[in-house]
């Protein structure tokens, strides 16, 4: 007869697994370290986010084997159709126009796109127009406002808060 017996032991998650075998009351164990397969999928959490222009957002991105194991040391690449890209990883996002932006995430030949709603920041300062040059005594002189926070997007004058005009004359 044949004096070995065989098991076959298929890993699906990263850590140490411990395999115990018995025949009857008689048990051996044996520690098996499972490290990550091949690398399969790019994986973002967080595909749709709203944050102001005031704020960051970090995009969390993983190269992934078949099993969701994460496979590190993968080159992921981060771009933005308006702001920038910062921090250790370059996966920081600063927008600077409000609306929707994308950031695109790139691992190898697969891109995933990050839809970012951006709100308008807080108020930064005001622009004045409509009454430059000279204007004759007893004249009327429409003036016009316009709000805007740090990046010049514009936003509504009742952001301003209470406004309060005066005069040298």
Do not use: K
């Not at 091949?38 to 222009?53: E, K």
Request: charged residues 10%; glycine residues 10%; hydrophobic residues 35%.
């Amino acid at each position: 007869g044949n004096m070995y017996s065989f098991g076959l032991f298929t890993p699906r998650s990263v850590g140490t697994r411990t395999i115990t075998a018995c025949f009857g009351l008689i048990c051996s164990s044996e520690s098996i370290t499972v490290t990550p397969g091949g690398p399969t999928d790019l994986d973002v959490t967080h595909l749709i986010s709203q944050i102001t222009s005031d704020e960051s957002l970090e995009i969390i991105a993983t190269v992934v084997d078949q099993f969701g194991n994460t496979v590190s040391v993968e080159l992921i690449t981060y771009s933005a159709t308006n702001g920038s890209m910062a921090g250790a990883n370059g996966n920081i996002f600063y927008p600077h126009e409000s609306g929707t932006q994308t950031v695109t995430v790139t691992w190898g030949t697969q891109s995933i796109d990050v839809v970012i709603s951006v709100d308008t920041g807080t108020p930064a300062y005001f622009e004045l127009s409509g009454c430059e040059g000279t204007v004759p005594a007893g004249e009327w002189c429409d003036i016009t406002h316009l709000l805007y926070d740090q990046y010049g997007n514009l936003l509504n004058i009742s952001q301003a808060g209470l406004l309060t005009w005066s005069t040298n004359n």
